[in-house]
């Protein structure tokens, strides 16, 4: 498996790989990794769809990728995707994935059709003061040394941030700014969690450094991720009768290793609380997500809060991959990831409005029409004020291709689930979905005279717990996630969220879709290049413009500098002078 860059390979398609009509596979779970990877077995790898067997323990495929209409409970989403222009191994998929609304139209064609016309941006990032503007007016408000701090981390090598907190690296230079409210909120990092996560998505985004402040970087799915994203794929497969195997747990997979060469050779799964085996011969393929940040997960209701389980549970994906890695150092060390739910979880709910009462708060908030069907608040709103540090988001409706005509389909989310709200004077995780629908109804502005009856009457609001939902980002070192195919491997790899690919940044569709190509292409010796993680971390321009939006568009001329460092700075211009140099300074508003 090799990197490319350029259309030169993006559009060429592979010649059929070697022997591949000889061979079987079988994938450990069905979330957007793993149906990535049956993807590319079946359009690039070319192997037949029958011999394809997706092993999935839940009812359901998607992972956490979700958007379901439960009975008797409501609409859930778990969670919701960003999504970026220069995601390449998601695109170069659902170029070929169509779509299920519109014949002889891809995914990716109605995804940039409607990014086009309706393109993503926020009017009000921030509240205060129950509803009020948090008036962050765009800024990251960074002093100079805040600035320095991320600039140092920027340029801190990998190995000097291996099991570092973000608050080792920051101080309240940074971690006060409307810098770390933006960054926290929208990607869920907590001050304890990982350094070199975070050097890692500052590298990774830098060309979109001066859209976090408006969202205007981002794209959304017309409707939920499952309906968007995950049916079309479902549907893809099945066309090339791909076999889906529901209800079937993987126990464990057992290798045979040999010096430096690994060969799985046992799956064990549980179909109807039966034990059976697979056995695996070196044509026998075999894909394994590892951990899973939505194991675990469990929802409320309106009327009863959602519980919180923090043992693992035998035959999930912690503990599949924890009796997998004992076979081996480079399989990895779950522990680092799921040793501590207090440090991984936040609870989100879905909030669903069921008459006219809570559509003007909304609207006064996001300053749009939320029936229009175009962008409604263009991404969260964080609540800066909140104990739970609450952040909610409508994006374009209906979100359910089932919705009923006036409804509203939200989402809320909050990262202290251990914090008593400042209405419900609850911690988020003891609260019922009618509790948190009052909590945030409040922070909205409603009356506090109307807001029980509201939450209960005008609104089904349905909780999720999630205890490891930012598992991946605890602190680690090298070797902490195996390597999607580790070295020695004959016939396996990993998949996902805790698989180790280079560069690209966890916690993104874009990530996992990553693992899956890469597996493919490496195990089947695809002879086609895999893209290359955007480079914009090599762009003097991408790098000149994100350093100047970081200091809210101040000039180099107008840090804070002692007599030295003013003679110094006024010497290098006069040098620069009449130079390319000076012109690139000045086009990108540095000097």
Not at 23 to 30: C, P
Not at 92 to 108: A, K, M
Not at 321 to 337: L, M, N, T
Not at 416 to 424: E, N, T
């Amino acid at each position: 498996m090799y990197y490319s860059s350029g259309n030169y390979e993006a559009f060429a398609r592979p010649v059929k790989p070697e022997g591949v009509e000889n061979k079987s596979a079988y994938i450990v779970g069905s979330g957007l990794a793993a149906l990535t990877a049956a993807c590319y077995l079946v359009r690039d790898g070319q192997m037949k769809g029958e011999r394809v067997h997706i092993l999935e323990k839940e009812a359901l495929p998607g992972g956490a990728c979700d958007g379901y209409y439960y009975d008797h409970v409501g609409y859930v989403m778990r969670g919701g995707r960003e999504m970026d222009n220069h995601f390449e191994c998601m695109w170069d998929l659902f170029r070929s994935i169509p779509s299920i609304e519109t014949e002889g139209v891809s995914v990716l064609d109605e995804y940039y059709w409607l990014n086009k016309k309706d393109p993503n941006y926020s009017l009000m990032r921030a509240t205060v003061s129950r509803g009020q503007d948090a008036h962050t007016d765009g800024k990251f408000g960074l002093s100079d040394k805040g600035a320095m701090e991320i600039m140092k981390l920027f340029f801190t090598p990998d190995e000097a941030l291996y099991d570092k907190r973000i608050d080792e690296i920051f101080d309240e230079e940074v971690l006060d700014s409307n810098f770390w409210l933006y960054w926290r909120t929208m990607f869920a990092f907590e001050n304890w969690h990982s350094a070199l996560e975070m050097k890692l998505y500052i590298k990774r985004y830098i060309h979109h450094v001066g859209g976090l402040p408006d969202f205007r970087a981002l794209r959304f799915t017309k409707y939920n991720q499952y309906e968007s994203m995950i049916l079309p794929m479902i549907k893809y497969l099945e066309s090339f009768h791909v076999q889906f195997h529901y209800h079937t747990k993987v126990v464990n997979v057992e290798f045979d290793i040999q010096g430096n060469r690994k060969q799985a050779k046992r799956v064990i799964v549980e179909r109807e609380g039966q034990q059976d085996y697979i056995d695996l011969t070196e044509n026998d393929l075999i894909f394994i997500t590892n951990g899973g940040c939505v194991e675990n997960s469990a929802l409320g209701g309106q009327n009863h809060p959602a519980p919180f389980h923090t043992e693992i549970k035998e035959g999930g994906g912690w503990d599949m991959w924890r009796k997998i890695a004992v076979q081996d150092p480079s399989f990895g060390h779950p522990e680092k990831f799921c040793h501590d739910p207090e440090q991984s979880n936040w609870m989100s709910a879905t909030v669903t409005t069921l008459d006219e009462r809570i559509v003007p708060y909304i609207k006064n908030i996001c300053k749009r029409d939320p029936f229009s069907g175009k962008v409604v608040t263009g991404g969260i709103v964080t609540v800066k004020d909140s104990g739970w540090l609450m952040s909610w988001t409508f994006n374009r409706q209906p979100q359910f291709r089932s919705q009923p005509d006036g409804q509203l389909v939200g989402w809320i989310y909050g990262l202290f689930s251990d914090r008593p709200g400042d209405f419900v004077k609850k911690p988020m995780r003891e609260c019922t979905g009618k509790e948190i629908c009052m909590e945030w109804l409040y922070h909205l502005g409603v009356p506090e005279n109307e807001i029980e009856d509201m939450a209960e009457h005008s609104a089904n609001t349905v909780p999720c717990m999630m205890p490891y939902i930012t598992a991946f980002f605890m602190p680690r070192a090298a070797g902490d996630r195996p390597l999607v195919v580790p070295e020695g491997s004959v016939n396996f790899a990993f998949l996902g969220q805790f698989a180790e690919t280079k560069r690209d940044t966890i916690f993104t569709t874009e990530y996992s879709m990553r693992t899956g190509m890469e597996a493919v292409y490496t195990l089947l010796d695809i002879d086609r290049g895999v893209p290359e993680v955007w480079g914009s971390v090599y762009d003097i321009r991408d790098l000149l413009n994100a350093t100047v939006q970081l200091r809210d568009g101040k000039k180099i001329t107008d840090m804070e500098m002692n007599l030295l460092e003013k003679l110094a700075l006024k010497e290098m211009l006069k040098k620069i002078e009449g130079t390319d140099i000076e012109k690139l300074l000045k086009e990108y508003h540095v000097i």
